[in-house]
């Protein structure tokens, strides 16, 4: 195909749409870029802890690329495919050169160059960052690059627009998406030579989380139910601290615990005392006392089972589902250490968190799970090989997947600092794969007929009406707020047999109601009514596969848990979960398939044995405790 | 919202809602459930609404259309105006806005097109950050190693810089900024001196600069101040001004004796 005749679509403007729109339009090509919210404002905007990456101080001490990828391997449970977990962090370096020239703010040293920071116990400080914000940095520092494209005419702006349906041809070929003007309503298709997502993680199918309201992996199910798979839906993080909030949790950075703050709950059960009239021997330190030897520095997986645990029980503060973290016996020191995440506190529950205990919760926070994507491994497993045009496309040619929506690198749990280095690392390496896709493509997106693109507007146009008629009984904020709580309830922190099963019954419950969902806005302009109902209806599809991926998965490993099943069993189970959708029954196929290893053998993960963690393992499981940090 | 909790109150809300940019605005007032001390917060009032959209007349109606994404007032989507004070939706806790009066109002923001109710086209400030070529100029994005050693007393002005959400507070402030004129206002002249202390961007400090001296640069600005008390980031913008402002005149300077 004609080199610059090509256009390329890429949707979702956070770390891994921006890094890929700018490797793309530095190439030549074409970009339209399609995001929900102007992608200054992508939920990326909230990464607060840093960017890993081997660097020459840490070097020098012992530390690699090579075992940056081993604690990333070890923290996800081995259920990463390995080279592409090789790759990233052997680029990683280079990541941060790249952000560094392009002026993004990393802290310095005295002397001038980039500070590093010791995350959540790790031995080597490997983790770059910009004050208490690196994400906000890293996102304009690619914004401000896009735009430069952008005034030089190569990348067009779609923002409030919503991507609704990918267009795949009768060869099963991508060519192209169909979106909606979120002010005007207008439904229209957009021809593309390949389409790249990077919509991100699915955290409100879980109502309240740490995510951005836009992180409703409504795009994602979008893709799927149009045939591409999913990856390990199942796997979700669950950060243990995090502040319960109206509207949304907010993360409390674990540096709270690692500057000594307690976790604890009343004694009594259902206790209303104002915290600070409880005496000690009335406070039940949980952690500690099971956990002599870590106390309140657990691995985060522990921390975050414990705490859901005493709550389940009914032990919660008040009988409710919150722990007391308290910060209030610190010296003054400390707390002004505390003071960006102390005020986070305070301005959004107007506590004072140095006077009275803080009230936390762990919440869904990170999606490892999502769409399906192959690569081209090199003959040694050691990386993919550049340029291949199949480097983190999904089973559908033509169709990509970058960032948090896609499913490599994590495996069962993710590394902290490590989720803006797989972003960025996607759009820079991978992006030039798209490249060399749309090159060698014989016919491209322009060559198709006007037929394939008018009919799946159609379809979405058919959609909205059939919202706009359905005029049930069922509040769609409702059903997403009974959606969220089950979904939390059964399919996050510990997950059981009878739960999942119940869960999944109530499902296809909610399917069934959704038809009659009413919408009291039945207008064209800007309607959020009929916005927020249609994603719910995808939302539902994605819960599904996240809970028979769960139900299938007779073991315990990394964020997964089953109460029922607590070991991890290679022998079954050291496979990739891939869901597809099934159009005719509206339902979730599951199948298993091999990780290609070839580098570092499956060893035991120590996380959650205390007492059984040798020095060594102590310190790989305080390395894989970092997974908690973000 | 906790239901059938014993402390609970209702709280009156008003919100000038307008229907499309063309629409005339009008008043609706809703009563909202919430306990002292349940962190309710405005993005959650909304929440509710949504939820229940009726009236205090009983009057049913639509959801009302607000932007928001972080809720944890980092992107800078939702500014409004509540109180008649502009500032994040997220970030305002219902039980201190009740200290300042005994019910809530909620408007959009009157320097931008209203699109919907509270939700407002801000794309004038986007525009203007690439009026300034608000980036790094860079060799484009192959390895070339590092970029350059910065001192930590330059990174920590920066990085104060960097924190500019967008959320166009400033600009709802200045009295400067109207929609007749071109002004880039508090945010842009902000981001200039950000991009100038970097040592590669300021490759384009001229061009920058030059972009000031023209209708809608930093002479525009009347030194009012009104936008570095609204900015919720606490950014320096006094001081942004004051230097660009400091620039411009040294390079204006410079350019008569160069002539
Ligand atoms: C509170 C918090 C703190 C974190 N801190 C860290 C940290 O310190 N270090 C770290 O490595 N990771 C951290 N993470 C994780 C990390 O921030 C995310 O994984 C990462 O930012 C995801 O980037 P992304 O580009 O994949 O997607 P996002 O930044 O989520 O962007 C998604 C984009 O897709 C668009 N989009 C979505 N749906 C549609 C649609 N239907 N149509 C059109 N556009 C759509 C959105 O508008 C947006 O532009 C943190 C996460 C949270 C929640
Ligand atoms: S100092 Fe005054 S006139 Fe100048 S930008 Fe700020 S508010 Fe506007
Ligand atoms: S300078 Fe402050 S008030 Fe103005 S847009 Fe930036 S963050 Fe908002
Ligand atoms: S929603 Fe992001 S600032 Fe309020």
New interface residues.
Partial sequence: MSRNESRIAIVGGGLAGLAAA??IA?AGKQVDLFSL??V????S??AQGGINAANEVARQQGYSEWLHMDETLYGGDFLAHQPPVCEMTAWAP?V???M????V??????????DLRLFGGSLYKRTHF??A?TG??LL??LD??V??H??EGRVNHYEHWEFLWPVIDDDGVCRGLVAQDL?TMQIRAFRADAVVMATGGCGTIFGKSTN???CNGAAAARAYQAGVWLGNPEFIQVHPTAI?????F?LMSESARGEGGRVWVPRKEGDTRDPRNIPEDERWYFLEEKYPAYGNLVPRDIATREIFWVCQQGKGIGGERMVYLDITHLPDATKKKLYAILE?YE????DDPRETPMKIFPAVHYTMGGLYTRYEPRDDNQGMVQNAPGNMMTNVPGLYAFGEVNYQYHGATRLGANALLNCIFDG?FCGPSVVSYVDNLERGAADQPQSLFDDTVKQEEVKVKELFDAQGDE?P??LH?EVGDWMTDYGTVIREENDLKKTIDRLQEWKQRFKRVKL??T?D??N??MT?ARALGDMIRYAEAILLGALERRESRGSHYRLDYPERDDDKFLKTTIARYNAAEDSTELEYEEIRMGLVEPRQRTYGKVEAADSKDDAQERSGAEAAKT | ?TADNASQRTVRINIKRQ??PDASPRWEAFDVP?SP?????I??VL?YI??H?RTVDGV????V?Y???????????CTMVINGHVRQG??Q?V??LLEEAPEITIEPMSKFPV??DL?VN?ERL?KD??RI??????D??Y?????P????EN?DV??RL??C??CGCCLEACPQYTFDNDFVGAAVISQVRY?NR?E??SRLEDERLEEMMKPGGVNHCGQAQNCVKVCPKEIPLTESIAEVGRATTRNAFRRIFIK
């Fill in positions: 700018m490797r530095e919210v102007p200054r404002r992508s939920h905007v909230c280079k941060i050169d790249l560094d020239r392009m002026g703010p990393f802290n310095r040293t005295p002397e001038g160059h980039r910009a004050g914000s906000q940095q304009y520092a401000e690059q735009r430069r952008a005034s002010r951005s309201t836009i319960p909030g109206q509207d949304k907010r986070i301005k959004f529950t107007g820079i509040n904020y409702l707020k009291v806005d207008g302009w800007s959020t009514n927020y | 919202m229907a499309s919430c001390g349940d962190g309710t917060n993005t959650s929440e949504a939820a959209p049913d109606t639509t959801p259309t932007d928001a994404a972080c809720l944890e007032e980092v992107c800078g989507s997220c970030s806790l039980d201190r699109v919907r939700a801000r986007f950050f690439q070529q608000g980036w790094v100029p860079i484009g994005s390895a070339l190693g590092p970029g050693k910065e001192s930590p990174q920066r990085y960097s924190r959400m967008a991009f970097h590669t961007g």
